[in-house]
């Protein structure tokens, strides 16, 4: 995807926007001639490529934020992948032409922006952006963002570390299928660090540390009956099929239970910073950690409704992408 110069920046551009607050069949529209977002010194403009839908997009739409939602009219969306056009005065750490993929919204309820991703082009502050690794192509990266970043953040909630066991409620959906293989990948590290920084004199040897680390833990998830191979394929020890089995029932504890599907108990609004994401740059760039796509999409940027429609059903796997833009 080429970068445009700043001269062939539109005034105006495609996006899809909604005016007012209900469900998305009813309210999102598909508008030609919305105006190409100012910005700001500490932002850069970004040519869209893919982007990516999340619950938070439909709820928001719900009105279900709208105490502390910023009023519509909003352009929808909030992972995006693109190429930076046009970068402000204050900004170091891009320049025009570099591949970007970011949350471009860094609290994600609390007054977020009203121009978000589904557009041609869109803003965002250079501190929730980061390079896209190169191995990713543009609608893997537009996939992670909102997902990953919850996943991690929430493990750092839960204070959670090698040795723990885990179940992960709504394994297949977009946080749950980063959840699984971060968990896998960050334990890994954890040992591998361990064993080749420790004097030998440690009271683990390197087989006796594997043991402690692989031997206590394990990875549960949950999924419909059809995504139990994909929970399998991503490193899940215990797969369990909701639709058969009530969790509720299970003779086994775990010592962290991570809910991707409900709303209460102990919850965080996540916080999106580039840090996250550069911090993982090396497990994604290694494909130990990937990037899971719904099997019906990429989703063409015409057929926005039909992915919101899908994404709305709960039986999304992975996360639901627009690519191309437009």
């Known amino acids: 995807m080429a970068a445009a110069s700043s001269d062939s920046i539109p005034t105006v551009n495609k996006a899809w926007i909604y005016s007012d607050y209900g469900k998305s069949a009813d309210v999102l529209k598909y508008e030609a001639n919305v105006p190409v977002p100012e910005v700001r010194e500490d932002q850069v403009l970004i040519k869209v490529a893919a982007a990516s839908l999340n619950p938070v997009d439909f709820q928001r739409m719900l009105g279900l934020f709208k105490a ?20 402000g005065s204050q900004v170091n750490k891009f320049k025009v032409g570099d591949e970007v993929y970011g949350d471009i919204n860094e609290v994600s309820v609390k007054k977020p922006k009203n121009f978000g991703t ?12 980061a390079l896209k690794p190169k ?40 946080v749950g299928t980063q959840v699984i293989q971060l968990i896998i990948s960050l334990c890994f590290s954890l040992v591998l660090i361990i064993t080749l920084t ?18 206590a833990s394990k990875v549960a998830a949950t999924a419909s009956t059809t995504k139990l191979d994909l929970l399998r394929s991503l490193g899940a020890d215990l797969t369990i099929d909701y639709t058969k089995e009530n969790v509720e029932d299970l003779q086994e504890k775990f010592d962290v239970v991570y809910d991707t599907v409900a709303v209460g108990g102990i919850s965080f609004a996540l916080t999106s910073t580039a840090s996250t994401l550069e911090k993982l ?15 019906k999409g990429p989703f063409p940027f015409s057929k926005t409704l039909e992915a919101f429609a899908h994404l709305e059903t709960s039986r999304a796997t992975g996360k639901v992408v627009i690519y191309p833009i437009p």
Request: proline content about 8%; cysteine-free; overall charge negative.
């Open 68 to 87: 502390i939602d910023s009023p519509p009219p909003t352009v929808v969306g909030y992972d995006v992948a693109g190429v930076v056009v046009k970068v």
């Open 118 to 129: 589904l557009a041609e082009y869109t803003a965002a502050e250079e501190a929730v952006l």
């Open 135 to 174: 191995n990713l192509s543009f609608a893997e990266a537009a996939s992670l963002p909102v997902a990953i970043e919850t996943a991690y953040e929430g493990l750092e909630v839960a204070e959670f570390s090698a040795g723990k066991s885990i179940l992960v409620l709504g394994g297949a959906g977009g």
């Open 198 to 215: 420790r004097p030998v004199s440690f009271m683990f040897n390197p087989r006796q540390l594997a043991k402690h680390v692989f031997g």
């Open 281 to 295: 740059e090396p497990y994604l760039e290694s494909g130990k950690v990937k990037a899971v796509i719904d099997p």
